[in-house]
Each structure stands twice: as structure tokens, then as C-alpha cells.
């Protein structure tokens, strides 16, 4: 009990609310953008945001190294604390003058980043914005851990509606570049923002740099692992189909965003808690095996639900938006995606706490790597975009299926009892909805996602008695 009031305090229910509001307004932005634009203006602020989204991997993974070494650090080793920080900061620095320099050498070559007459010339928007968000989540991840909770919210808050001004006075070409204008003046506001909010001195350090990347660059492998598999797409897309089909597919992309985001702040919040409690010596091989079983078993039918009441919605949606009828299965797939590779969090929580990095970052490298080759032999005879996506689904297959036998290996756990957070009957199922929805089958979908849940009644049980505790609790 004392566990789930600390994971979920006031503050954090609260910060979960303004982060739906948050993603609420995200959404509305992103379907109002796709109304304005079109599929074909839309594809070109889909190239653009592809090139934002492999930028912000260049941080090297400080982000999350910071986040992983300040936790932790035992409290009052506040010497520690400021050189770790510090050299977060001067490493940001170093990466963003590398950045500059090749920006600049991009430009003078005339590099063109996608079929569009004078590309080029948006390096500059991207690197800034790169930067600028490189500062930026090393500032939310030291109030993720101070439990500064209100300065994160209010600067995605001013992010998330201030983009909208916009849109009433711009169309076309010249609406996307001034979203990504505007989105350069908002960000560079939010950071000197936060940059009054932390108060402390910054300064030149680089005594940490060499452990923080030693920690980062594995936890930014397996990030980028994840989000490659969907980047990867995204770029095969722009390479083989035409800009309406990168369209119709960062249409997609962005209403399955929208939809996972209130999941992904749970996990954000609750994220430091988990490692915490898989930290060596807190649980014995019993029960790490049932932590591990029980806590999969709860999010993968928390998904679920997200997925198939959104599932549900479509109709809703596409009714209001016609012309990305097309997209409707593909988006299907994408969602179901979600409840996969969800299923690993605590999984993967299990390998940071105890120092198994580069391991994990093997497996989800291989996992990438099947899914590239799939995505490939696609793309070259020709398959509809579809098919792509459904390689994401075979990539995270692989990854959760590899991550379960190495954890029941490496820590001597029956794999059999392992297996029932995620059995081969629940992946049977879930393939069985990829199935349907190549059939377009749409109400065989939702019959299947409710089959799911049958099979899990038990974790659905559970979780509906911990989420009343919890609101109850709150209440009171």
C-alpha cells in the first residue's frame, strides 16, 4: 500500500491530468494540421519531423544517463550531484558545436533532405530545434528527480498550445515553416524558463562525461532501437512511396502518439520507483519472478484497453477526416504494436537496475535488424506500406521473445513461468488481429482484443481493484 501512495501521490495524479491536457492539445494540433495541410503538405512536415526525430539522438544518451546516475546518488553527495550535472551540460555543449559544423557543411553542399525545391535550407530550423531540446530534457530530467513536477508541465503546456497560433494565418508550404519557426521561439522561451527555475550555477565540467556516456550511449542504443524500428519505416516510406503515402503514414504515426502518451507519463513517473524495487538485494528469485509476471500482466491489459477503446473510436475519427481513410488498418497495427512492446517495460526496467546495458541494447539491436531486413524485401518487391508496419510488429516480437529467455537464463527463472505475462497463446492472438486487419476485418479486431482480455481476466481483476484503491486514496 505504502508503495502505490508513493508511485502515485497527489502530485502525480495531478501531473497526469495536465499531461493528457498536454497531449490532448498535441492531438488537436496534429489533426487540425492535417486537415489545413493535406496529405501532401503533411508528408513534408512529416520529412521535416523524421529529420528532428534522428537528430534528438545525438545527445549521446546524457538524457538518460543523468536521470539513471542521479538517482542513484545517496542524498546529501550534493559535490556529486552538481559535476554529473554540470558535465550533462558542458557534453550537450561539445555535441552541439558537432552539430553545428556538419550543419553548416550540409548547407554549403546544398543537401538536399527530401523531394522539395531548396530542402536545404531547413538545416538550420532543425539544428536549432535539435539543440534547443537537447538543453531541454537535461533540465526535465533533473526536475524528474527533484520531483519538480510543475516547470515540466508548464513548459509542455506553452509548447502544446503556442503552436496552435499559427495555423489560422498560414497555409500550405508556408503553414510548416512557420510551425517550425514559432516552435524554435516557444522552445528557446521554455528553456531560459527552466533555466530560471534550476537557479544553480552552470559550469565548464567534464570529470563525469566519460561515465555518463559509458551509461547513456547502451540506454541510447535500446531507445533508438525502439523508435528506429518505426523510424525506419518512416524513412522507406519517404524512399519508396509517394509523399501522400508519408502522409497518410505520419497521420498515423501521430494519432498512435497521441493515444500511447498518457500511458508513457505513468510509466515516466513510476519508471525511478520500478528500478528502485529491482535493485539487487530488494527481491529473492521467487519474487522477482512473480514482480516481473504480476506488473506485465497489469500494463499489458492497461494497454490493451487504451488500444481498443481507441480502435473503437476510429469510425469517430475518420468520419470527421475522410480523405485518411486509407490509413485506418495501418493505424490498427501501429496501436497493437503498443501493447507489445509495452509488454517489455519492466523488463527492460530489470536490466538498468542491474547493470545489464549493452546486453539488452544486443537484443533490441537484433530485433531492429530482423525487422530492417523484412522492411527491405518489402520495399523492393513492391508490398503495400502496410506491410511495413507490420514488420515493426515481427521486430518487437523478436525483442520481447529474446528479452524473456535472457532474463529466465540470467537470473535461473523457469522461462515457462516467465512466459505468462506474455504467452504464445496471447502472441497467437495478437497475430491473429495483424491477420485481420490485412482481411480488413475491423469488428474481428475488436472481437479479438476482447478475447485478449478474457485470457487476462484475472490482471483485469487486479487492476481495476489497484486503480479504485489508488482514486480512493486521492479522494480522500
Known amino acids: 500500500m505504502s508503495n502505490t501512495k508513493t508511485i502515485f501521490g497527489k502530485n502525480e495524479i495531478v ?11 498535441q492531438t488537436t494540433r496534429g489533426l487540425i494540421l492535417a486537415y489545413f495541410l493535406g496529405p501532401y503538405f503533411l508528408g513534408i512536415y512529416g520529412y521535416l519531423m523524421l529529420y528532428q526525430q ?11 544517463s543523468v536521470n539513471s546516475e542521479l538517482s542513484l546518488l545517496k542524498n ?26 556538419v550543419a553548416i557543411l550540409f548547407y554549403f553542399l546544398r543537401v538536399q533532405l527530401f ?9 538550420f530550423v532543425i539544428l536549432i530545434l535539435t539543440i534547443l531540446t537537447h538543453f531541454q530534457q537535461i533540465f526535465i530530467n533533473i526536475f524528474r528527480i527533484d520531483k519538480k513536477l510543475k516547470p515540466i508541465i508548464v513548459g509542455e503546456l506553452i509548447l502544446s498550445s503556442g503552436l496552435l497560433i499559427v495555423v489560422p494565418f498560414f497555409k500550405g508550404i508556408d503553414l510548416v515553416n512557420a510551425v517550425f519557426y514559432v516552435w524554435v521561439l516557444i522552445l528557446f522561451g521554455v528553456v531560459c524558463l527552466y533555466r530560471i527555475v534550476y537557479g544553480k550555477k552552470i559550469a565548464w565540467e567534464t570529470t563525469k562525461f566519460k561515465i555518463l556516456l559509458k551509461s547513456g550511449i547502451p540506454l541510447l542504443v535500446y531507445a533508438f532501437s525502439y523508435y528506429l524500428m518505426g523510424l525506419m519505416v518512416r524513412t522507406l516510406i519517404g524512399a519508396f512511396y509517394s509523399v501522400e503515402i508519408m502522409g497518410y503514414f505520419s497521420f498515423a504515426n501521430n494519432i498512435t ?21 529491482l535493485a539487487i538485494g530488494n527481491l529473492d528469485n521467487d519474487e522477482l519472478c512473480d514482480y516481473l509476471v504480476s506488473f506485465t500482466n497489469n500494463l499489458f491489459v492497461l494497454v490493451t484497453v487504451i488500444v481498443g477503446f481507441s480502435i473503437a473510436s476510429l469510425p469517430i475519427l475518420l468520419f470527421f477526416l475522410p480523405k485518411y481513410k486509407p490509413v485506418e488498418f495501418s493505424l490498427i497495427v501501429l496501436l497493437v504494436n503498443q501493447i507489445i512492446f509495452n509488454s517489455g517495460f ?20 537484433l530485433a531492429v535488424g530482423i525487422s530492417a531486413i523484412i522492411s ?8 503495400s506500406y502496410i506491410w511495413l508496419v507490420i514488420s515493426n510488429i515481427i521486430g518487437s516480437l523478436c525483442f520481447i521473445n529474446g528479452l524473456i529467455y535472457y532474463v529466465s537464463k540470467k537470473f535461473a527463472l523457469q522461462q515457462a513461468t516467465l512466459r505468462k505475462s506474455l504467452s504464445w497463446y496471447i502472441q497467437l492472438i495478437l497475430c491473429s488481429i495483424i491477420l485481420a486487419t ?16 478474457i485470457f487476462k481476466f484475472k490482471s483485469v481483476k487486479d487492476l481495476y481493484v489497484q486503480l479504485a484503491k489508488v482514486l480512493s486514496n486521492n479522494v480522500r
Open 54 to 64: 534522428y537528430l534528438s539522438y545525438t545527445n549521446l544518451g546524457l538524457n538518460y
Open 115 to 123: 523531394p522539395f525545391r531548396d530542402s536545404h535550407k531547413y538545416i
Open 346 to 365: 519492466v523488463f527492460v526496467s530489470l536490466c538498468i537496475a542491474r547493470k545489464m546495458h549493452k546486453e539488452m541494447a544486443v537484443i533490441s539491436l
Open 15 to 25: 501531473f497526469t491530468f495536465f499531461r493528457y491536457l498536454t497531449y490532448g492539445i
Open 257 to 277: 502518439t497521441a493515444v500511447m502518451l498518457g500511458l508513457d507519463t505513468i510509466t515516466w513517473i513510476i519508471f525511478p520507483s520500478v528500478i528502485a524495487k
Open 76 to 101: 546529501g553527495d550534493s559535490d556529486e550531484r552538481m559535476k554529473i550535472i554540470n558535465s550533462s551540460f558542458s557534453g550537450v555543449l561539445i555535441i552541439s558545436m558537432v552539430l553545428c559544423l
Open 438 to 453: 490485412l482481411l480488413k476485418a475491423y469488428w474481428l479486431v475488436l472481437l479479438l482484443l476482447g478475447i485478449t482480455l
Open 376 to 383: 527491405i524485401f518489402f520495399c523492393f518487391y513492391g508490398f
